[in-house]
């Protein structure tokens, strides 16, 4: 059954620094999302990306954040500068479309540790 | 006002029973789907089940069912025939109509089953 990868499974970075966090969505899907979920919280909605552009995007996806399918397989999202409170599960997903009735497939997701 | 709520932080289950989690929500959209995921310990987002807002007949799949009363904006999720490994965070979640591409999650029940 086709899935979403991520990787890498766990990152730890220092503050200040750049990271990219990559994500294979299921092949024939058209719709990529990234959402992160801080320890013990609830999973939040960062930003969508459909035909090269994003798609919408919540108050959490600032400047220091941008995505990008550097081909036709990955999607990726950098977190420029990071900062403490960025220390989260980062879920990549997908879907076929964009209706209420398509499910999102989520990926294992990237544990993000920044010191 | 939160669009989804999860009243039940934790819930206790005994292998082969039953047990239903909670969850309700809040939109004035006609057309959202109803989306259950499960979270197990190693953290990967799974999804069980979905249910339209214009289905007429509750969803199933295999073990697992939601029963959905639209007048009281519900979506409790029936797992029947507990297993161990059914232990786990459970979250249901909802995306809105046709103008947004998010999931919104919510808080999550912590399920554990036992012998």
């Known amino acids: 059954e086709p899935e979403v990868t991520q990787t890498p499974s766990h990152q730890v970075t220092q503050m200040g620094q750049e990271v990219i966090l990559r994500c294979v969505p299921i092949s024939n899907h058209l719709y990529f999302y990234w959402y992160r979920q801080i320890l013990g919280q609830k999973v939040e909605f960062l930003v969508s990306f459909y035909n090269n552009e994003i798609s919408e995007k919540s108050e959490i996806f600032d400047d220091q954040f941008s995505v990008e399918r550097p081909d036709g397989s990955n999607f990726t999202l950098k977190i420029r500068s990071t900062k403490l409170e960025d220390s989260a599960m980062y879920f990549c997903a997908s879907s076929e479309n964009r209706m209420p009735t398509d499910t999102q497939y989520f990926g294992p997701g990237t544990r993000l540790t920044v010191l | 006002a939160q669009k989804i709520t999860q009243t039940q932080p934790g819930m206790f289950v005994q292998e082969k029973e039953a047990v239903t989690l909670d969850c309700t929500y809040d939109?004035?959209?006609?057309?959202?789907?109803l989306f259950w995921y499960k979270q197990p310990s190693s953290g990967e987002m799974i999804f069980l089940i979905y249910?339209?807002?214009?289905?007429?007949q509750n969803a199933t799949e295999g073990r697992y069912s939601l029963n959905f009363q639209k007048a009281r904006k519900s979506a409790n999720l029936v797992i029947s025939a507990s297993q161990l490994g059914d232990s786990a965070m459970y979250f249901c979640a909802m995306r809105e109509a046709y103008n947004t591409d998010k999931l919104i999650f919510g808080t999550g029940t912590r399920l554990q089953v036992f012998p």
């Open positions: 249910q339209g807002s214009y289905d007429e």
């Open positions: 939109t004035s959209d006609q057309s959202y789907g």
